[in-house]
Each structure stands twice: as C-alpha cells, then as structure tokens.
C-alpha cells in the first residue's frame, strides 16, 4: 500500500495554501489534501458535470449565466447520487493515512470539499458553455 500512497502523492502535487500551527486539522487536510485533488480531477469534474447537464435534457445549457450558477449549486447539493459519485472522485485520491483521517470528520469534511468543487465549477460556467 506504501507504494500506492506514494505515486497518488506525487500525483496530487504540493500543498495549496498556508498551513501553519495556527490552522485547524479541517483546514489542514483542506489545503494539503483536498485542494491538490480537485485541481488534479478539475478536467474530469467539468466534462462529468457536462455529462450529467446533458443527461437532465440540457437544460443548464439554455439559462442565463445566474441561473447556470444556481443549478449548478443546487445539484451538487441535492442530487445525492451525483454528489456521492463527485466525493467518490475526491476520495479515491486519498492516501490510507488520509482516509483514515477523513473519516474521523467526514461530515465536516464532506461539506469543505463539496463547497470547494461548487465555487470550482461556478468559477469555470464559461469553460463548461464552450465544451457542451
């Protein structure tokens, strides 16, 4: 298992953002483990919210930019199979130790990393309009 924790690792990249003694453990595994992986995943996390817009009738794809910013929030709010498969992606980028880590305070942690892909995702409408 060593080795597989070591390629993810390597995989993810470097830490983003600060980490000092200051730092809670929540914000701490935010910035040294969440946030290397969305950046890793984001390609993937844009053409998987691409697919599931087409799958739902298209309709993202003909509102205005507000409303494409709501549905997207209130999607990966809401809609628990699409939002599990979304933390799947997340989480198969866990190293053991992190896993371990994760589910001592998976709620918390669940909502840090579902709030952090809604703001990627709202952050990319743009990029999201032109690959549909």
Known sequence: MEARDNTVLELRGETIGTINNQSSLEE????KTLRPILKLQNDLFIQVFINYAIKQKNVFFSLTPER???YIENVVQRDIKFRNSLKGMVIAFFT???YA???LNSSNLNKRMMNMLIERLKSQVQLIELNS
């Open 28 to 31: 701490s595994f935010q910035n």
């Open 68 to 70: 494409k910013i709501n």
């Open 101 to 103: 880590e994760y589910i």
């Open 96 to 98: 053991l130790d992190e």
